[in-house]
């Protein structure tokens, strides 16, 4: 079984041959710690607090659980009480994250509070069918 710093250096890595940026520092600077500390992280000579962990794993897409060593499954299927807890505003917040959304200015949370599964749905199809429209035009492009 590898460990955390093992599975960290894969999944940067990984990222790396999809995006060279994706260097130790670049992702030492996405989730706020030094370079140095970052490398110490892959490594296996330091530990990351649990926050850190959390960030690591929201940024490349797995869960915590893998990061730990706990599970062999990057994104294991979430069991029916997680799901049911996930409220509205969380289920928007990983629709953000998944399509890259940087500014959330224009959003105001007190109308999003109170969206439907169906009307998240209506979200998830635009959101897909923007990427898609931009994926063409880049096609395009070249």
Do not use: C
Not at 125 to 140: L, R, S, T
């Amino acid at each position: 079984m590898k460990t955390f710093g093992e599975r960290l250096k894969h999944l940067r890595e990984k990222k790396k041959q999809e995006n060279p940026k994706w260097t130790q520092e670049y992702v030492a600077d996405l989730v706020g710690v030094a370079r140095t500390t970052y490398t110490a992280y892959e490594r296996g000579t330091k530990q990351p607090q649990l926050d850190t962990v959390n960030k690591l794993a929201d940024l490349f897409e797995v869960s915590a659980d893998y990061l730990l060593g706990r599970t062999d499954n990057p994104n294991p299927p979430e069991s029916d009480n997680i799901t049911e807890e996930l409220n509205t505003l969380a289920k928007i917040n990983q629709l953000i994250k998944k399509y890259g959304i940087e500014q959330m200015g224009f959003f105001d949370i007190e109308k999003w509070k109170s969206l439907t599964e169906e009307e998240i749905e209506e979200i998830v199809k635009h959101f897909e069918w923007v990427v898609h429209k931009a994926k063409e035009k880049n096609k395009e492009k070249k």
